[in-house]
């Protein structure tokens, strides 16, 4: 407008209905990576760590932020926290994801699975099965499972077909759920 009409600022502002204060702005806001960074390496180093607990450390480190920019950021990198508290503490530790299974017997994958027959009594089945070949060792079906039962299935199976370097076992199993 100010070129192709020929006119100054001060005019055009007043047609626009504009604040020349606002069209002199120059923002004093300073850079905000060596932030985010930090932020991001707190978050990958205490992964149960909120918005507000992050402040705090920054605080601590010498940062002078607001809480509420705190939360702007860690928001905008897309970090959130589970509402839902864990069942166990769990210590500081980097987030790792699964390693792949690279051959045969390399890592094995075990659960129970939970039926009732229609007499009313509860079965559980313990399923093996190796992550690389989906071959399943063992189903081994009880209407009681004891630690001892556990231990006796993988010997068993391991005896025919070889140990595996690492057994996965997704949901931790207590006492009553093996003694019932």
């Given amino acids: 407008m100010l070129v192709d009409w020929g006119v100054s600022i001060r005019r055009a502002c007043k047609v626009l209905t504009f604040d020349t204060s606002t069209y002199h702005y120059k923002s004093r806001r300073i850079g905000q990576a060596a932030l985010e960074r930090r932020i991001k390496e707190i978050c990958e180093t205490r992964v149960r760590f909120g918005y507000r607990r992050v402040h705090v450390l920054l605080r601590r480190e010498g940062w002078t932020v607001n809480i509420k920019k705190t ?15 864990p069942k166990r503490r769990v210590k500081a530790k980097l987030r790792e994801d699964r390693q792949e299974a690279v051959g045969p017997n390399d890592i094995w994958a075990m659960d129970f699975v939970h039926d009732q027959l229609a007499a009313g009594k509860k079965l559980r ?8 070949s989906r071959f399943s060792p063992a189903t081994d ?19 025919k077909g070889g140990y595996p370097k690492t057994i996965r076992v997704d949901n931790v199993l207590c006492r009553e759920n093996l003694a019932a």
């Fill in 141 to 159: 079906p009880r209407f009681t499972y004891r630690g001892e039962d556990v231990v006796q299935t993988l010997e068993r199976i391991c005896q």
């Fill in 71 to 85: 939360r702007r950021i860690y928001k905008a990198l897309g970090l959130q926290l589970r509402n839902k508290h």
């Fill in 125 to 132: 089945i313990l399923t093996i099965v190796d992550i690389h």
